[in-house]
């Protein structure tokens, strides 16, 4: 999908961090952006920033190109209430950036809470809203009968374990392959796929070990994830792909179709082909209710 202006995204945990940055990177290109997060004052500020740089572009635009839904990711009805919203100010949803990110210091086998604000938050945050954030862009975009792209943000420790914090690792792991198996919805003109950037300077990315980030070759660059988000976007061949961004060996899709071969009973292609002949098109007859 050429990113020109006039499209809209929405983009959860866009008050800050990674999502901020591509709320404005966006806006560069001349999108229209809501940004979805629980921070109200950043949020806000975000959406303003947007609007900015929009107006370089639109400089008579009719509606606000930016807006700002405070809302918690992990509240199915106020993050459908969202993608609504969006809708009915955009006139339709092109991209679906789901961002919002939780990450909590405390071993999971060491917690002896129930977790409510640990260990199951980071579930309901990184995974859960993920995979409700993606259904339902995925409703709006079959329902406007238009191409649409879904990007998650995964991570690195979706890719390799991270004994420091398991449960982030569980979670983003969780992204990763759920996002992988989402690749047949490039059928219906939805590419959904996933961003694995190494550490990145936000605030979530401060509270790691920094022997571990340098060990890793310091912090990326913000705009790194960009270019690689932007890339998943504009690439019209990647769907179910996932981009890992890291400082020593810049942008790599993984696993690469050699690993794949190792790893796969089937390649992608011939277990599509598979699942399309174990559920061959059903042609329902008409009279099919009277029967
Ligand atoms: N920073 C890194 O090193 C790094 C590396 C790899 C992946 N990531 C991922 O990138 C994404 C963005 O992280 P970041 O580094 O920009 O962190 P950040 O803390 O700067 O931003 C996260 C944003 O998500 C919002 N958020 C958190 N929980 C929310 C909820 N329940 N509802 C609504 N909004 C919520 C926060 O308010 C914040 O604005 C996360 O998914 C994170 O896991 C970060």
Redesign the pocket.
Known sequence: MELKPGLSALV??????????LCIALARKGVFVTV????EE??REVASIVQKENKLIHAYARVPSAIFIK?????GDALAAAFRKHVDTFGGLDICI??????NKSLVYDDKSDGTSTWR?AV???LV??IDGTRIATQVMRSQKKPGVIIN?????GLYPMSYEPV?SG??GG?VMFTRSLAPLKRHGIRVNV????????????K?NRVL?DALGG??K?ED?VKGAFELIEDESKAGACLWISKRKGMVYWPTSEKEKNYLVYSSKSQRKSVENRFPSIQTPEYFQKM
């Open positions: 959860t945990g866009g008050a800050s961090g990674i999502g901020k940055a979805v997060d629980f921070s950043n949020g809302c918690d990711v992990t509240n789901n961002c919002a990110g939780f990450v938050r309901n945050v990184n809203a993920v943000i995964g991570s690195v420790a982030y979670t983003k992204v961003l694995c950037p190494e550490f990145v300077q936000t605030n979530m990315g401060e790691v980030v912090y990326l913000v994830v």
